[in-house]
């Protein structure tokens, strides 16, 4: 007998493009994934990735079904099926003992950010036991933007109108790989006669779609940014009555820029100083976007750059304006996941808060009046290391690769190795879950429900759980109460931040008065509500002023630069002698279609179509360094004594002296115990020491030095 296939409108929340999607069901299996046309926010958009990658996932032979308990030395790969009373028994009793021995602080957690549940239920768990110290991605990923965007007023991530702009600005963004929303966004504006300007040291995708492409050298667009508003501001071209009425300090501001004509910035960046004004007369014939990417986040000097461009997008009147920037909307009543963390009745006592590991030194970051309430995570790593600022004895970590994904993968795995417990929650094998005491089965997103506040779109979305979990796969939240429960037997909670019975009942919660309803949600995967736009009268921007700060009083208050600046790139102001050593400037992070991050790479489509990690270089470079295409080569950076290999991929896409390379790489079929992680990934050769963004922590994920050897064939 034919079984009918039953087709529910859903959510692909895989990143946080968060496209809509129509999902088959077949003999309660996933028979196939669509993208759905009618979502508001990815009108149809697709990847790869939603429609085979996570399918894919959720049924390969690869995946974790069973809670599993290590039976040789750490990163033998050695494992025994357990059950999951046992699991948690075991993981309860020995962060009971640390929390007994060392105290709450000594117990942290690591999750991938706070953009989806399980970032929320990390911090509510972990500060349950009385620990305020949770790792996030984000000083490597968008916390840049975003602290910037609060320090700012600006709010406008995710809210890029770019269907009703005339001119849309990409810095550091690669769409046509990261967000196949913007990518066809893009298109359509070309088609019907739009600008596109690209800020970008490597020729890429949206590059040769470009109208005007300016190519600074890594690390120096915030010299761009404050010359384009010089010129917007010489030539009057900016929004006055905008300016007058909603931005505060002005003329400082201007000022500022006053610093940066077209000459110098064409002296700090490499770009010529005609192109500058060029790209100042394109972006001022608005209405104009500003389309930022990773490129320009997570390097050392991040925030202050993105104020530079935050700046512009305010004083040119694209500010919530239509064809502009956004500014995220909410239905009132509606609570987020950030919204959560800083509740002031799941939040620990400001004295404990006050100890989060990097509190001290990046408090717009991390501690009582953080904007993430996170640690800082290089600093984690060196507690866990030394002791210092105290002892870091246990982790549990869930939805982050950190062996693979944070910059020193030999450090951060001694680190593992050096713990009394760790516990990892996965869906596959990785080599962060290598190195764990256990490892505990975590349901796909096909087999939870999630629901998501759109702010940029505006809507609020809903990943459906259309299929039962695989063997014994848990969600992270029913992780965490199962896991409350017991430690709560043992006496080793000191809060209960965990008041949900299930995952309903917590996005109930999250949907609160708002009067969306899962109901509702489920018959079409998302709902939109009523909002305004350019009413700035309602929104007081989230600053001490009620303005757009280009004169921040919280910067002001830290004793950091107030006025958005431009700080040389690590790469120029590294010790004469080094520079010699490490003759190059190294790019990573360039995404491919085929992964994401470190996942996928168990499956042999994405492999075929992505065997290798690749180094783009010029031929020029090359040939100096005596390298031909194909060639395996090693990188290193003056931060590490360690060494990672990947493939020369000669090219004049990439700039004379510049190389440049993606991120993530492993191999799960690698014999070695860390799977490869500190073999072929970028990360194996990068320091996470520092220097740091002064408000972020975040390293430099670009812009700084880095040498190339050639390797022996067979290498
Ligand atoms: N397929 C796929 N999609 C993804 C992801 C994935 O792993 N795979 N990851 C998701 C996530 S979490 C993220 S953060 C995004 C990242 O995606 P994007 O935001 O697009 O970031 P990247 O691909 O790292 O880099 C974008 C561009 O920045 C340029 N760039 C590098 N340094 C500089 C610089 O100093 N200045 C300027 N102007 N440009 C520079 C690079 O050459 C590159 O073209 O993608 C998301 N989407
Ligand atoms: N050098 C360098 N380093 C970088 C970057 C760079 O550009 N250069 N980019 C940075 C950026 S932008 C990012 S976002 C990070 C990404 O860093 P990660 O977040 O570590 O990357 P992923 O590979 O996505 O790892 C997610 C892991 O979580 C698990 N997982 C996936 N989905 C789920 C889920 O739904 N729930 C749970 N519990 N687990 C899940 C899987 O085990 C997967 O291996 O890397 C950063 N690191
Ligand atoms: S871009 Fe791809 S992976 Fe990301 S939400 Fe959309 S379909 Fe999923
Ligand atoms: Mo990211």
């Not at 962060?432 to 997103?445: C, H, Q, R, S």
């Not at 790489?665 to 050769?685: K, R, T, Y």
Request: charged content about 20%.
């Amino acid at each position: 007998m034919q079984s009918t296939e039953t087709v529910h409108p859903s959510q692909c929340w895989e990143c946080n493009t968060y496209c809509g999607s129509l999902v088959s069901v077949q003999d309660g299996q996933v028979a196939r994934i669509a993208p759905n046309p009618e979502h508001p926010g990815s009108k149809g958009a697709f990847c790869v990735k939603g429609i085979r990658a996570v399918r894919e996932w959720t049924y390969n032979e690869s995946r974790l079904q069973y809670p599993m308990r290590r039976v040789g030395p750490r990163g033998s790969g050695e494992w025994m099926r357990i059950s999951w009373d046992e699991a948690l028994d075991e993981m309860a009793d020995r962060l009971a003992e640390v929390r007994a021995e060392y105290g709450p602080l000594a117990i942290a957690g690591a999750v991938s950010g706070a953009a989806f549940s399980r970032g929320a239920v990390m911090a509510l768990l972990l500060r349950s036991i009385g620990s305020p110290n949770w790792m996030i991605n984000q000083d490597l990923c968008g916390g840049c933007q975003a602290l910037s965007e609060k320090i700012t007023g600006t709010l406008i991530k995710n809210g890029e109108d770019i269907d009703n702009a005339r001119c849309a600005m990409l810095v550091g963004r690669n769409p046509q790989a990261a967000d196949p929303v913007q990518w066809m966004a893009l298109k359509a504006l070309k088609k019907r006669g739009g600008k596109i300007i690209v800020l970008d040291p490597i020729q890429g995708p949206a590059s040769d779609i470009a109208d005007i492409w300016l190519r600074p050298r890594p690390g120096t667009d915030a010299a761009l940014a404050l010359s384009i508003a010089h010129v917007l501001i010489k030539e009057g071209k900016y929004d006055r009555a905008f300016v007058d009425s909603w931005c505060h300090g002005f003329d400082r501001y201007k000022e500022r820029v006053e610093q940066y004509p077209p000459d110098t910035a064409a002296r700090l960046t490499g770009v010529a100083a005609d192109d500058i004004v060029a790209a100042a007369h394109c972006y001022a014939d608005g209405p104009s976007v500003f389309v930022p990417g990773h490129g320009i986040d997570a390097f050392s000097a991040g925030v202050q750059t993105f104020r530079a461009f935050n700046c512009l997008v305010a004083i040119s009147g694209n500010l919530d304006r239509p064809g502009g920037n956004k500014i995220g909307k909410r239905p009132k009543g509606f609570r987020a996941y950030m919204d959560l963390l800083h509740d002031p009745q799941f939040r620990l006592s400001r004295d404990v808060e006050l100890q989060t590991i990097g509190a001290q030194q990046f408090p717009l970051w991390a501690g009582p009046e953080g904007w993430q309430t996170a640690c800082h995570n290089p600093s984690v790593i060196n507690a866990i290391l030394t002791n210092k600022p105290y002892p870091v004895r246990a982790l549990y970590i869930s939805g982050v690769n950190i062996a693979v994904t944070y910059p020193d993968a030999v450090r951060t795995i001694k680190a593992l190795k050096s713990l009394d417990f760790v516990a990892v929650a996965t869906q596959t094998m990785t080599p962060t879950a290598a190195f764990a005491d256990i490892v505990l089965p975590k349901t796909t997103t096909l087999e939870e429900e999630e629901v998501q506040l759109q702010a940029g779109v505006p809507c609020v979305s809903f990943t459906r759980a259309v299929v039962e979990p695989r063997g014994e796969a848990l969600s992270d939240l029913d992780i965490a109460l199962a896991f409350r429960d017991k430690m709560a037997a043992r006496d080793a909670l000191s809060h209960d931040f965990l008041p949900w019975k299930n995952q309903r009942a917590f996005n109930e919660y999250l949907l609160g008065d708002s009067g969306i309803t899962i109901d509702a949600l489920q018959k079409t995967g998302y709902a939109s509500f009523p909002h305004s736009r350019g009413v700035f009268e309602d929104i007081n921007f989230g600053t001490e002023t009620g303005k757009v700060e280009l004169f921040s009083e919280r910067l002001d208050k830290q004793d950091l630069d107030p006025l958005p600046n431009y700080t040389p790139p690590t790469a120029d102001h590294t010790d004469e002698a080094v520079q010699a050593d490490y003759p190059l400037v190294l790019l990573t992070g360039i995404r491919e279609k085929t992964y994401h991050h470190s996942r996928f790479r168990d499956q042999s489509w994405a492999r075929k179509v992505s065997p290798d990690p690749l180094l783009q270089i010029h031929p020029e470079t090359a040939a100096a360094h005596g390298i031909s295409d194909k060639q395996w080569v090693s990188v290193g950076t003056p931060g590490t004594e360690t060494r990672c290999r990947v493939r020369a991929q000669v090219t004049e896409r990439a700039p004379v002296g510049v190389v440049a390379t993606g991120m993530g790489w492993w191999e799960p079929q690698s014999e070695s115990p860390d799977l490869g992680a500190c073999d072929i990934n970028i990360n194996g050769a990068m320091s996470y020491d520092g220097p740091w963004d002064p408000i972020t922590g975040s390293p430099d994920s670009r812009g700084q030095r880095c040498r190339i050897t050639p390797l022996a064939a067979d290498a």
